[in-house]
């Protein structure tokens, strides 16, 4: 719980380190990343699960892919909670296990039950709904939801652990962020290192914000069930809707009202209807197969424990 809290809470971490641009946060958050995430692997004596993940051409192929994803998932969030669209981000987090479903129809192949159907013909509404009072889509929490879905859809494909895999996809961008920062610095045009004190460490800080949580989530995910897991995940996009009403003041129209409503709805048909399959699997059975795992998560919506931020 405090995990998904966290990760939500940072939507008020990312307005602190203005006047520090989103694009220039990302990179200082690419450049930082490495560095707290080296840290915790050398904690763990995870040296040679690193290197040999950089041996194998595939795996690294798929994590540079995903990492690219979640770095643009990062830059539209950042974004959004900078410029006041921090309901939209909320409802981006809300839509993306309805996109894992997506997915795992149109590229697995999957066949769904009727109420996975039900769920996301209520979210098809739900955006219909946002798109006519918009006068267009919502496109930064369909790009949120896209951009995240496909980061899991990966990430179920590459075998590896989660501190590894992070390490990997978090040190592939590195070079990019230095010379993007490099550049910024040299045009000056950078603000970090040149507003405060305070700025300064903060820009420091977005690389390491993420390190508490993920902790957390890696400390509690191999010992609570899945399913618990699931349930735990909307904590998050909450927490962001919370901060978007209460505290930046976002507007809620009758027509916002009743979109996030549907939705909401969609995920009480999807969540029950996961329990309700769990429920029915031979008592016998300790747990599925990895693979099996794997595709019953992308169906239901649920995060398998090892798709971390």
Known sequence: MAAYVLWGLSALYWPLVEPTGPVEILALRVLWSPVAIGLLVLALGRRRQVAAILRRPRDLALLTLASVLTSINWALFIWATMSGHVVDASLGYFITPLVSIAFGVGIFRERLRGPQWAAIGLAAVAVLVLTLAYGGPPWIALAL????????????????????????????????????TVVLQAGGQATFGHVSVVNTLLGVGSG???????????????????SVTGMLQYIEPIVQFLIG?????????????????????????????????????????????RSARSSRTASSGVRDPEETR
């Open 208 to 226: 390491f914000v993420m390190m508490v949580p993920m902790l957390l989530f890696s400390a509690a995910a191999t010992k609570i069930p899945l």
């Open 245 to 289: 009403l209460l505290v930046v003041r976002e507007s809620m129209p009758l027509t916002r009202w009743l979109a996030f409503g549907l939705l909401w709805v969609a995920l009480v048909v999807l969540t029950a209807d996961g329990f309700r399959a769990r429920g029915r699997a031979p008592a016998a059975r300790r747990g599925p197969p």
């Open 145 to 180: 939801a896209v951009t995240f879905g496909g980061y899991g859809l990966i990430k179920k494909r590459v075998d590896v652990g989660a501190v590894e895999g992070l390490m990997v996809e978090t040190a592939v961008l590195f070079p990019f962020a230095l010379v993007y």
